[in-house]
């Protein structure tokens, strides 16, 4: 992105974050001590559940002094039923480090955050940002996600290495705009409309500028390899003809999986509510209505971290849509001319067999 399109991207981002943004307790104020301890409520736990906690908390021990000073017991008391007591126990202890090293008051740089007991980069950059309006990027896996579909970034999030790489992005993302709503807006969005499992995306509001939802790739990302299981996928393939027979083929992004290979449409049924909504989709986009092929074709294909469960549909196309860049019509001969990747050579083979008429 130039820096016109980092400004479009997060005025978008913004504008929706204030518009449509969760209304938490720990974002009505900006004192450190209070997003620390909303921060260590927030690991491992759901938003909702760690409300009342959180008012029940900064009410019973309002300063860094109070907690500094309370019985453990007491503390631990105000904590039961979230689970994870080694956090409240961490936190006191940072608290009391807090106290006797600064005064009560958290530091604003990094370094010295780092240093407190039970405080690791991900609260730092929630402190820097929130609490002292710094441009520190809180990379977490709602960040990765959403930055991941965004950019097509094929890196497996597990790897430290790739940790880096999504601060360097964010961080040029977020010097150009307020960090603190900037981390929070990505928070929300990775929790609302990006979802691990479903995207919203005709709600996002930077969806102009994804290239995961141009390619209706959006479920392949992030990468997650290692040790994790493959994660399971399914889509329609759509052989979708035009008057004089040709296909229509997609050139995929130059990043990511499969970089810069052809294949016939694919659409992630995972995406849409019901087979209308889907229909609906690929009216709009590709100008056609497709059905179930009359010989049924549904096949798997394995990559590492990754299951396509795969099934033919078929149309012609009935609306004249003009072509996006990097979709082609190809007569069936020329489609060898084009690399494709071994999971549509299927499909090739299958019009081959079923569609002789094209030969
Ligand atoms: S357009 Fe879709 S995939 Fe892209 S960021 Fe928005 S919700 Fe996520």
Redesign the pocket.
């Known amino acids: 992105m130039d820096a016109q399109q980092i400004r479009q991207f997060n005025h978008n981002l913004l504008k929706w974050f204030y518009q449509k943004g969760r209304h938490l307790p720990w974002r009505e104020t900006n004192n450190p001590y209070y997003i620390w301890i909303s921060e260590v409520m927030l690991q491992q736990t759901q938003v909702n559940t760690v409300i009342p906690y959180f008012n029940q908390f900064i009410s019973r021990f309002p300063t860094p002094d109070v907690l500094a000073d309370a019985p453990e017991q007491e503390v631990l008391k105000c904590w039961e039923g979230l689970g994870y007591y080694s956090r409240a126990r961490n936190l006191q202890s940072g608290v009391r480090e807090v106290v006797e090293k600064y005064n009560g008051q958290l530091p604003d740089n990094k370094e010295e955050l780092l240093s407190i007991h039970g405080i690791g980069p991900y609260t730092a950059a929630a402190l820097l940002s929130m609490a002292f309006s710094q441009p520190e990027p809180a990379i977490d896996g709602n960040l990765m996600r ?1 930055l991941s ?2 950019f097509l970034i094929d890196d497996d999030i597990s790897k430290q290495k790739t940790r880096k790489k999504f601060e360097q992005l964010a961080s040029e993302l977020i010097a150009e705009t307020d960090p603190s709503a900037f981390n929070q807006s990505l928070m929300d969005l990775g929790a609302m ?2 979802r691990p499992k479903k ?3 005709e709600q ?1 509001p ?2 102009e500028f ?1 290239l ?2 141009d390619e209706g790739a ?1 479920l392949e990302y992030p990468v997650k390899s290692g040790k994790s299981k493959p994660r399971t996928l399914n889509y329609a393939v759509l052989l979708i003809t035009d008057k004089q027979g040709r296909y229509l083929i997609e050139q995929r992004p130059e990043k990511g999986l499969l970089a810069g290979m052809w294949q016939f449409p694919m659409v992630a049924l995972d995406e849409y509510e019901d087979q209308h909504q889907r229909a609906s989709y690929i009216q709009t986009r590709y100008g056609a209505n497709v059905i179930p092929v009359s010989e049924p074709f549904s096949y798997t294909h394995r990559f590492s971290h990754l299951i396509w469960n795969l099934s033919l549909l078929e149309g012609w196309q009935l609306d004249q849509i003009g072509l996006r860049e990097r979709q082609k019509w190809v007569p069936f001969t020329e489609l060898n001319n084009y690399p494709f990747p071994v999971a549509h050579q299927k499909v090739i083979e299958w019009i081959k067999k079923n569609r002789q008429n094209h030969t």
């Open positions: 959403v579909r965004v409309i990006c995207t919203d995306c996002c930077v969806n994804c995961a939802y959006q």
